[in-house]
Nanobody, 117 residues
């Protein structure tokens, strides 16, 4: 059974930091990503990583502020978020796929991140 379980969200002041954690189990994934969705906005990809090789990619809005990493021994992917801004407020989702390319097939339940002024 595939499970993606996120944790680490919360309320933080602008300029602060949070680290999100995604524990992925049940399959070997070729790529794991963090998405976010704010109220009234479309879901956007924040960052992604290939757990086996470490190849990373970031959305333009978070480059230089967020860092994605993985600990394969723990089947865990992290999203370190620094210099947070109010516009980073959203529900953050962990997603994974088995195939190298294509859509993400598996999703977590989401964790709320709220950045106050």
């Amino acid at each position: 059974q595939v499970q993606l379980v996120e944790s680490g969200g919360g309320l933080v002041q602008a300029g602060g930091s949070l680290r999100l954690t995604c524990v992925a189990s049940g399959r070997t994934f070729s790529r794991v990503a963090w998405f976010r969705q704010a109220p009234g906005k479309e879901r956007e990809i924040v960052a992604s990583i290939a757990p086996s090789g470490g190849l990373k990619a970031y959305g333009d809005s978070v480059k230089g502020r967020f860092t994605i990493s993985s600990d394969n021994a723990k089947n865990t992917v992290y999203l370190q978020m620094n210099s947070l801004k109010p516009e980073d407020t959203a529900v953050y989702y962990c997603a994974a796929r088995v195939q190298i390319m294509g859509q993400y097939n598996y999703w977590g339940q989401g964790t709320q991140v709220t950045v106050s002024i």
